[in-house]
């Protein structure tokens, strides 16, 4: 886990202290100066946020194909 990552974890875990103490997600918004729908985001997160995010191209399904391919063509 990267430094940032654990800041924000601490950040989250505070949040979800202060909720669980009878602060509301609008309050907790002002207190953090953020959008109430991360505050709520933050509240029902149960594990440690994942900084990586796995994007899927088109041509993902054809992976295993393309360096077969690649070998076939001559220039």
Avoid: C, F
């Amino acid at each position: 886990m990267t430094k940032l990552q654990e800041q924000k974890w601490v950040l989250i875990q505070s949040i979800q202290k202060e909720h669980i103490r009878g602060k509301s997600i609008s309050q907790l918004a002002r207190d953090y100066h953020l959008n109430w729908r991360t505050i709520k985001k933050y509240i029902n997160m149960r594990g440690v946020p994942s900084n990586t995010r796995q994007r899927k191209r088109p041509t993902d399904l054809y992976k295993h194909e393309i360096p077969q391919l690649e070998s076939k063509v001559t220039l």
